[in-house]
């Protein structure tokens, strides 16, 4: 059993979060799933969404695999040492990293991409990759994996980089079964990318 | 501005809910969005979602706009009179009803899809259509529009169908730049089922 934390702050976008969790949730056998903020409780974003997380110092279980989101919440944190140290040492600990979309920029930003291929949301591209200039920013992929981080393009490839993972880890089968379970038409391709 | 109520509870599957409201949430120009559940409080789901509710008593703003999402938490409300009753009210006095995946199942056992053209989940497609025969259940569809009402397939469809359902009411080109802000490869023609 893995267990995926999700790190979520105020502003988070919404499909970002939800959509690798319906895949990875999809799959219980394989993945726990818990969702943490800096301090815990409440967090909000500008959908209306109100979701309780865990504090990340109270975490009962240790991070196999830590998610990162992206979102309009991103653009302050980038400015938070607080916030990147402790992503920093997350990321560190963890076997593996994801982030989605503007999440990528939280990751770089920290220092955690030197040297390391990534991606990010097209329509914050220019923001994304001033954030840090020592990583190899890959503008047309819909997902870039680098040793143990996956980072996708913006939003709805988030979903297509989890099928990815899963079929890296537990076989091509078992993710197709997942899409097909959702009804979602994987783009398998990870290099295909239209925006 | 429109109100969207989305109904939700526990056991709600993660995707159905949240595809939708990324999209609806896309445009708060147009929609504002509020999350009910019938007492109110934390709903939870078998993904470790902790998602926080209004109950429907106490609504702040009338619903133009219903959205009635499905998951394993509707097999013991389809059993549950005074949950039906409420749906019921609640979808009369909306001028539009969504559903994603198993949602129309409430819907028909509610009595609402009377005669109606309907669709929903492929893989729980017997378990649902027994639950009205008088509803027109059309197989073959990634979501089907009858009057006010906007039914759809399972999980992942409940995005295509929301993007319908704004091309519907605000312009294919609207629905067009949210799919793209998105970075998501909008299935547009509601009649293509691939499952």
Known sequence: ??????????DFETLDLFGPIEIFGSLPEYFRIQFASI?????YNHHGVAL????LAELEYQTHILLVVGGKGTRPLINDSHFLQTLAM???????????????ALLAKAGILKNKQATSNKRAWQWVTEQATEVHWVKQARWVVDGKFYTSSGVSAGMDMALGF???RQGRDSAQ?????IEYRWQEDSQLDDF
Chains 1, 2 share one sequence.
């Open 39 to 43: 301090k815990g409780g409440i967090v």
């Open 177 to 181: 079964e997942v899409a097909d379970y």
């Open 52 to 55: 309780q997380t865990i504090a």
């Open 90 to 104: 997350l990321a560190d600990s963890a076997d593996w990293v994801l982030s989605v979309c503007t999440g990528s």
């Open 166 to 168: 899963i079929a890296d």
């Open 1 to 10: 059993m893995q267990t995926l934390t999700a790190l979520v702050f105020d």
